[in-house]
């Protein structure tokens, strides 16, 4: 009788145990997931060592795409199986400033929902006109309200004298001061950071480091000798809309043939330069068949977003940063480690 009390117990614990991973595992694909940052893209809004909650109700949660995969990792999976994108409704939609993650879109090795976790925030939603003027950015013709921490590259110069450290440590910019020589310094910080450094007694100039417009690298997407785009002057590019139909030619290929062929599984084929092929057809226009975004990382002289790689296609959208749960500065020990202040933070 003991042995059959232990069995039946155990059975228990095992239906128990299942349906607690079972209950974790849909919290995790419909609800919210953490992530952890691992690079300056946002400073100073996100730093490394935060961990983040995403909200995926918030645009709609994303049903798995690879379902026979290993849970809590993206790199055990089967992608013998796959099922076509589709998201439950959401609270909202993605609008212009909104921090959110999704999976890197240039990793074709990988299937979508399998593909790094990138972080950034949306500067142009589907439909919208973009440029960037100067490091100004512009939606539509309308200047976009700059992220409070949004950070930007100054060359600085002092009178012979050392900056003040403990200024640097005060502002949090000590580890984003990179000395050109004794007298100048190439330092990431916010406008407001560049206007209290520019007060100090041994600072004679500060200057905010701006890419010409006559400057360009092929480094920019679309990477093309067409774009003369750099960092700060870029566009202006249109940001595909479900449903909207452009003209294709030598200008707008560029721009769009990784969503022709890539992203939405057409067969194109430019022939002589000048004809353009779709699925064995020769057409001069192309109807998007997903929306898709623009992101910027809020260090906008230190991150590889939008300008670099291209748009966001919105089935590679994980979700919405909402908070900070906790932050730990790894180069610290013991309870020093954590950072107190960025626990429960909320993100705007």
């Known amino acids: 009788m003991g042995f059959l009390k232990i069995i039946k117990k155990s059975k228990e614990w095992i239906i128990a145990l ?3 991973i079972l209950l974790v595992l849909l919290l995790r694909f419909l609800i919210f997931e953490s992530f952890t940052i691992p690079s300056t893209s946002m400073s100073k809004t996100l730093i490394k060592g935060d961990y983040i909650l995403v909200s995926k109700l918030s645009y709609g949660s994303r049903i798995p795409i690879t379902p026979l995969s290993m849970p809590f990792t993206d790199n055990i999976y089967s992608d013998k199986f796959q099922l076509p994108y589709y998201r439950l409704p959401g609270f909202s939609s993605i609008q212009t400033n909104d921090i959110i993650v999704f999976n890197y879109p240039k990793r074709d090795d990988k ?3 399998k593909r790094t976790p990138f972080v950034k925030r949306c500067i142009g939603i589907a439909g919208d006109t973009l440029i960037i003027q100067n490091g100004i950015v512009y939606i539509n013709h309308k200047k976009v309200d700059e992220p409070e921490n949004a950070e930007f590259n100054y060359l600085v110069k002092s009178n012979n004298s050392p900056l003040d450290s403990t200024t640097l440590l005060k502002l949090n910019i000590a580890d984003d001061v990179c000395e050109i020589d004794p007298n100048t310094y190439n330092i990431t910080m916010t406008r407001k950071d560049a206007e209290v450094i520019t007060d100090l007694p041994c600072v004679y100039k500060t200057e905010l480091l701006c890419e010409d417009s006559g400057f360009t690298s092929v480094n920019y997407f679309p990477c093309s000798e067409l774009f003369s785009w750099n960092t700060d002057n870029y566009g202006p590019i249109i940001i595909p809309k ?3 139909t452009i003209t294709l030619n030598k200008y707008t290929l560029p721009l769009y043939s990784r969503i022709i062929n890539i992203y939405e599984g057409n067969e194109l084929i430019l022939k002589d330069d000048s004809t353009i092929i779709i699925n064995k057809m020769s057409v001069n226009t192309y109807t998007f068949k997903m929306n898709y975004y ?5 260090n906008r002289h230190n991150s590889a977003d ?4 291209g748009f966001v296609p ?3 959208i994980i979700g919405k940063a909402k908070v900070i749960l906790f932050s730990i500065d790894h ?3 013991g309870i020093n480690k954590i950072r107190w202040d960025r626990i429960f933070k909320i993100l705007k």
């Open 242 to 244: 479900k449903g909207m």
């Open 306 to 309: 939008s300008r670099f790689w």
């Open 331 to 333: 180069k610290k020990k």
């Open 294 to 298: 623009f992101v910027l990382g809020d």
């Open 314 to 316: 919105e089935d590679h």
């Open 111 to 113: 299937p979508v929902d």
């Open 18 to 20: 299942g349906l607690a």
